[in-house]
């Protein structure tokens, strides 16, 4: 029985007042970044983490209150290494910055010179900083000479809810051309960095680039680049290097997965009135059912990505799911939704007709033939042993 009061009739409320009420009232929205929108895009089924993104939950502390705190995250050592190097990299008016991204991705140009632009995006909120730096983008690709966009905000609709994206910088180059620029404080060691750490930059990027092509879309001659520039140390050093990276896998992925999102309204009309995800006002039974009433598609690398993930993986092993066991399991079984209907079905007492729960009979019978033919065999010697001689 839910613990929710009954609704009463009621004004319609739009969708800004009801995302208000689902984190609560006083509690401000915490804004999408992009590493959570490609988390998001990697996992496009969770209508979970779809809702809780969308209305600005902050699910750090919603997983907290949830008895499953999160376990994963920068250390503050990390996190002033990085803002120390980004400093370095972006010093004396970016001059490095662009003499990089000049040398890796443009070599045909003129070269930056000391008198590369660098205009203030500084304005009032993500909208006016949104809408500042689309100004600066115009005026750059006009001007046609290098200009660097320290710290741009761009703004991004997924699954109808606006986002509001900054990445370290965009170059604009003289031929239109806009470039995504990553400065990551892990090395570059002998030209090469770790490749799942690169992954996750190309990913990233690629949110970056969506921003980017709606306001390109807007201006005759601008072109966002399918290359974005890694800036890492160099070796054990605090040198900056760089490496372009290709994004058109990503970004085409990306592009795809958001689109699948179910929009933000139609979940949030889905839900009872009154639930709430405020951890300030609700007791931890209410947000269990809260959280409950919104399905999710779990699956163990949600454990690297989301807050809630802990959490969700309780409750899909609670629940015997196969989704528990990965993405790859999960699609070979089929309709075989639970652990134990799947070694049923091995067991020859599921459904005789579902051809997967014939396969899963089949394979558990060869194995047990299998296992049975090498108990009976007798062990024979290597023939690289020699005989003993004795």
């Known amino acids: 029985m839910s613990s929710y009061p009954p609704a009463s009739p009621a004004q319609p409320t739009s969708l800004r007042q009801r995302l208000a009420g689902l984190r609560g009232p006083a509690v401000p929205p915490r804004p999408l970044d992009a590493r959570a929108l490609a988390a998001l895009a990697a996992n496009p089924g969770c209508g979970r983490r779809a809702l809780l993104d969308g209305a600005g939950v902050d699910k750090t502390a919603l997983a907290t209150a949830l008895g499953s705190p999160a376990a994963f995250g920068q250390s503050q050592f990390a996190i002033v290494r990085g803002n120390s190097f980004e400093a370095k990299v972006k010093g004396d008016g970016g001059a490095e910055l662009l003499r990089l991204v000049h040398a890796h991705l443009d070599t045909a140009a003129e070269p930056p010179g000391a008198g590369a632009r660098v205009p203030d995006l500084s304005a009032a909120g993500p909208e006016g900083r949104a809408a500042r730096t689309a100004l600066a983008l115009r005026e750059a690709t006009s001007a046609k000479d290098w200009t660097l966009l320290d710290h741009p905000m761009l703004a991004l609709e997924v699954a109808g809810s ?4 900054e990445p370290d910088a965009v170059v ?23 490749a799942a750490k690169v992954g996750a930059a190309a990913r990233q990027a690629a949110v970056y680039a969506l921003a980017l092509e709606r306001t390109a879309g807007k201006l ?7 290359t974005v520039l890694l800036v890492c140390p160099k070796d054990f050093s605090n040198l900056p290097t760089a490496a372009p990276v290709d994004i058109r896998r990503e970004r085409s992925v990306t592009r795809r997965r958001l689109d699948r999102l179910t929009r933000v309204e139609e979940l949030a009309a889905a839900l009872p009135e009154g639930l709430s995800f405020d951890p300030a006002t609700r007791t931890a039974e209410e947000l269990v059912e809260a959280v409950s009433a919104v399905d999710a598609a779990y699956a163990p690398e949600c454990l690297a990505a989301c807050e809630l993930a802990f959490h969700c993986r309780d409750r899909a092993r609670s629940a015997d799911q196969v989704t528990a ?5 999960r699609g070979e079984l089929g309709a075989l939704t639970t652990v134990e209907a799947a070694l049923a079905a ?45």
């Open 325 to 329: 066991l990965g993405r790859s399991v």
């Open 172 to 194: 604009v180059h003289p031929d239109g051309r806009w470039t995504v620029v990553e400065i990551k404080s892990f090395p570059m060691i002998d030209g090469a960095a770790d």
């Open 220 to 226: 005759p001659g601008a072109e966002v680049g399918h």
């Open 346 to 390: 091995a067991a020859g007492t599921g459904c005789a007709e579902d051809p997967t729960a014939a396969a899963l009979h089949r394979a558990a019978r060869l194995r047990a033939e299998a296992l049975e033919l090498a108990a009976v065999r007798p062990p024979h010697p290597s023939p690289e042993t020699p005989a003993c001689p004795c």
């Open 162 to 165: 606006p986002a509001y994206l």
